[in-house]
C-alpha cells in the first residue's frame, strides 16, 4: 500500500466532511507502512492533512482508533468468513476448507487490517463493539467446527466443538501469521499456505477418527442432514476467543 496513494484518499476525505473516514484511511496506509506498533495520533493526523488537535473530535485516543480499524477489519473478515462456509455446502469438509483459504487469503490480502485485529495490543475486552465483531467472526469457525463434530462416526466420542473450534482456528491464525503475508523473515515451502493449512486440517480430522471423504458415491442419495450439535457447556474465555496477540 503506497503511502502518497493513502495520503491522497484521506485528503479527499477530509475535504469532502469526512473527516472521521479519513483519519481511518490515514491510519490504515501507516499500519501497512509500519505496523499496528509503529505510528502515532499526530502522525495519523498529519497523513489525513489535519491538525494534531483534529482526530480528538472523533476519538478519544490513538487505541479508539485502532480499535475502529480492528472492527470493521472483523467485520470484513466475517463476510468472508460466512461467504465461504456457505452453510456447509456442498459438503462439510470441503465447505470447511474454502472458510481456511478464505482466512488465509484475507490476511494475505488485508495485512493492515489483519494487523491491527491481531498484533495491536488492544484490549478486546475493554471495548464491546469491538468485542462484539470478534465474536461474530469467531462464530463462523465455531458454527463450521459444529458441523464437523457432528461427523464423528458412531462409538467414537465427539469432541467439544469449541475446542475443535479453538484447535483449528490456532492452525489457521499460525499458517497465516507465518506463511500467509509475504513477511521477510518466513521460511520457504514446499507448497502453498493453503495446501500446508488443509493437510493440517485433514490430519487432525483423521486423528479424531473422522471420515474425510468429502466425495458421496457415485448415484448414491444426497447425504442425510447433519444433527445438531449438543450444547458443550464451554464458555468463551473473557477477552473474546481472539484472545491478546502474541
Known amino acids: ?50 491538525s494534531a488537535a ?18 470493521r ?11 465461504a462456509w456457505d452453510d456447509g455446502r456442498p459438503d462439510t469438509v470441503t465447505a470447511f476448507e474454502r472458510v481456511g483459504r478464505a482466512y488465509l487469503a484475507f490476511a494475505r490480502e488485508e495485512p493492515a487490517f489483519y494487523n491491527a485485529m491481531f498484533e495491536s495490543g488492544l484490549p478486546v475486552d475493554a471495548n464491546p463493539a469491538l468485542q462484539a465483531a470478534s465474536e461474530r467472526a469467531f462464530n463462523v469457525i465455531r458454527a463450521a467446527a459444529e458441523r464437523l463434530a457432528a461427523l464423528a462416526p458412531p462409538g467414537t466420542p465427539r469432541p467439544p466443538a469449541m475446542m475443535m473450534a479453538l484447535h483449528i482456528w490456532t492452525m489457521a491464525h499460525g499458517v497465516a ?22 493437510a493440517e486440517v485433514l490430519i487432525y480430522l483423521r486423528g479424531l477418527g473422522f471420515p474425510t471423504d468429502r466425495r458421496p458415491q457415485a448415484n448414491s442419495a444426497e447425504p442425510p442432514p447433519i444433527p445438531p450439535e449438543a450444547p458443550s457447556g464451554s464458555g468463551v474465555p473473557p477477552g473474546g476467543p481472539w484472545g491478546k496477540p502474541k
Open 177 to 198: 501469521s507465518l506463511f500467509s503475508r509475504g513477511d521477510a523473515a518466513r521460511r520457504k515451502l514446499p507448497m502453498s499456505p493453503d495446501e500446508l493449512l488443509e
Open 54 to 71: 483534529a482526530p480528538y473530535r472523533h476519538f478519544r485516543d490513538r487505541d479508539e482508533l485502532l480499535s475502529s480499524i480492528a472492527q
Open 73 to 83: 477489519g472483523f467485520e470484513q473478515f466475517e463476510q468472508r468468513l460466512t461467504a
Open 1 to 50: 500500500m503506497s503511502w502518497r496513494k493513502e495520503q491522497r484518499r484521506a485528503e479527499r476525505g477530509y475535504h469532502h466532511g469526512n473527516l472521521k473516514e479519513a483519519l481511518l484511511q490515514a491510519a490504515l496506509g501507516l499500519i501497512a507502512e509500519k505496523g499496528a506498533a509503529g505510528f502515532t495520533f499526530a502522525d495519523a493526523a498529519r497523513m489525513a492533512g489535519v
